[in-house]
C-alpha cells in the first residue's frame, strides 16, 4: 500500500494565554480538516514546545467537530501553555534532533505555533532545521500576545479583547469613585500588563469620551516616572473633578531605568517579575497628598475575560489560525500571517504575511505621537487606532447564568521513543 503524501501537523500555544488563542486553534484545526491530501492528523502539544520535546502530544482527531468549534468561544490555552524558549543551536543542539526525532517518529511536516516574540523566536529556529539538521518542516507563527508588541502587524490577536475589558472596567471604576468621592475613595489606581509596551495601559484612556468624560491619568513604561509631575496631575485632576483614576502599566520605570514594580525576582525567562506597582504608586499618593485611595490588579483577569471578549479580536484571532495552514499547504515557511488595516473609519482589515526574521526578538513600541505632550494620556490618532480593536461583542453561549466553555479530552498520542530531560 502505498505510503500518503500528506503529513501531520503540530501544534502549540505558548506564553501567557488570552480571552482568544483558543480563537486560532479554532482556525488552525478547523482549516487543517478540510485538507485531509495535505494535512494527515494535527498533534497538539500539551503544554507547548515542551511538550513535542517530552513527546507528550495530543491527538486532536479524538476531537468532535462540535468540541473544536466551540473553541472559538473558550478562553485560555485549551492545550496547556508554557514559557519555554529554545537556546540557539550551538547552545543546545540536543533539544533540536530531539525535536526531529519526535517530528519523523510521527511524520510530522507541519509546525504550528501560536505566541508573541519569544514564540516567533522558537518558531524561527524550529523552520530552520531544514537547513541546518537536514530534516523538511514548515513553521508558521500563529501571533497572539496581550501586550500588542509584535512588529509589522497592525495588532495582535488578544490584545483588542484585553483593551476591551480595561477600558470598560476602568470607566466603571471611575463611575464607582465619583459616587463615593465627597466622603470617602478620592483616587482609584488600576494596575495592567504590559512590561515594555503601554498598549493596554493606553486602551484605559478609552473610557473616557466627550459624552462620558473622566479624569483619567496613564502611566506608560514608555514615559520615565516622574512623581512630582504626576503627584500635580493627580491633584489637579482631583481638585476639579473631586476624584481621579490612574491606570499604571506594570513595567512604568523610575528615571534611573529599574521597574517600579521591581522586587529582585525572575520569572522563567529570566526577566524581572513584576506585578504590584498599583500599592506602590497608592503609596506615593498617600505619602505625597494624602488622599484616601483603593487600587486593584487586572492579572489574570483581563486576558481570561472571554465574556466581554471585542469581535474584531475574536474574528482576527481565527483568521490568523485559518491563515497559518492556508500559508503552509501553499509550501510557505518561516513566515506569520499579519493584520493588515485597510482603513479605521469604516474599521477594515484583511490578512497579510511576514516574514519571521522580521518579527523575532522585535518589540513594537507605543509610538511618541500616540502619547499626549504631558505623558499621562494618549492622543487622538491613537484613539484612532484602539477604538476599532474593541468594536463589537462576541458572547459566549450562557447556561444558568454561566458562560459554557468547553473543555477538551485531549486524548493522549502513544510515545514512539524514549523519555527526554529537560
Not at 279 to 289: E, S, T
Not at 352 to 368: D, I, Q, R, S, T
Not at 388 to 402: C, F, R, S, T
Amino acid at each position: 500500500m502505498a505510503k500518503s503524501k500528506s503529513k501531520n501537523a503540530f501544534y502549540a500555544q505558548s506564553g501567557g494565554v488570552t480571552a482568544v488563542i483558543n480563537a486560532s486553534a479554532c482556525g488552525v484545526l478547523e482549516t487543517a480538516r478540510k485538507y485531509p491530501k495535505k494535512i494527515g492528523k494535527v498533534y497538539a502539544g500539551r503544554n507547548g514546545i515542551i511538550g513535542a520535546l517530552t513527546e507528550d502530544l495530543i491527538d486532536t482527531s479524538k476531537e468532535s467537530a462540535a468540541a473544536i468549534k466551540a473553541l472559538r468561544h473558550t478562553p485560555s490555552g485549551a492545550f496547556g501553555s508554557c514559557r519555554f524558549k529554545l537556546k540557539s543551536l550551538e547552545q543546545n543542539k540536543a533539544e533540536y534532533q530531539r525535536l526531529i526525532e519526535v517530528f519523523k517518529a510521527h511524520d510530522i511536516g507541519y509546525f504550528f505555533y501560536n505566541g508573541g516574540g519569544d514564540s516567533a523566536d522558537t518558531c524561527l529556529k524550529v523552520s530552520q532545521l531544514s537547513e541546518t539538521l537536514g530534516y523538511p518542516i514548515q513553521a508558521i507563527h500563529v501571533p497572539k500576545t496581550v501586550d500588542n508588541d509584535l512588529p509589522i502587524t497592525d495588532n495582535c490577536p488578544g490584545f483588542g479583547s484585553v483593551a476591551k475589558y480595561i477600558a470598560v472596567s476602568t470607566r466603571e471604576a471611575s463611575f464607582d469613585v465619583a459616587s463615593m468621592a465627597k466622603t470617602s475613595t478620592k483616587v482609584f489606581i488600576l494596575e495592567v500588563m504590559g512590561r515594555h509596551a503601554g498598549w493596554i495601559a493606553a486602551a484605559g484612556g478609552l473610557a473616557s469620551t466627550p459624552d462620558t468624560e473622566i479624569p483619567i491619568v496613564i502611566l506608560f513604561p514608555e514615559v520615565a516616572f516622574d512623581k512630582d509631575k504626576f503627584l500635580a496631575k493627580v491633584d489637579a485632576n482631583v481638585k476639579k473633578y473631586g476624584y481621579c483614576t490612574v491606570v499604571v502599566s506594570e513595567g512604568v520605570k523610575s528615571p534611573d531605568g529599574k521597574f517600579l514594580a521591581d522586587q529582585g525576582l525572575k520569572d522563567a525567562f529570566g526577566h524581572a517579575q513584576l506585578g504590584g506597582v498599583a500599592p506602590v504608586v497608592a503609596g506615593i499618593i498617600k505619602d505625597g497628598l494624602g488622599l484616601k485611595y483603593h487600587w486593584g490588579v487586572a492579572d489574570y483577569l483581563q486576558r481570561a475575560a472571554r465574556h466581554i471578549a471585542s469581535k474584531s479580536d475574536v474574528d482576527q484571532a481565527y483568521a490568523m489560525g485559518k491563515a497559518a495552514v492556508e500559508l503552509a499547504v501553499k509550501g510557505k515557511n518561516s513566515v506569520m500571517p499579519t493584520v493588515e488595516r485597510v482603513s479605521s473609519k469604516p474599521y477594515k482589515w484583511k490578512v497579510g504575511v511576514a516574514p519571521l526574521n522580521k518579527v523575532a526578538n522585535v518589540e513594537k513600541m507605543m509610538p511618541k505621537d500616540f502619547i499626549t505632550d504631558d505623558g499621562f494620556g494618549i492622543t487622538a490618532k491613537c484613539r484612532t487606532y484602539l477604538e476599532p480593536l474593541i468594536q463589537g461583542e462576541d458572547y459566549p453561549p450562557y447556561k444558568n447564568g454561566m458562560p459554557q466553555y468547553v473543555r477538551l479530552k485531549n486524548v493522549a498520542t502513544k510515545k514512539k521513543l524514549g523519555e527526554f530531560k529537560l
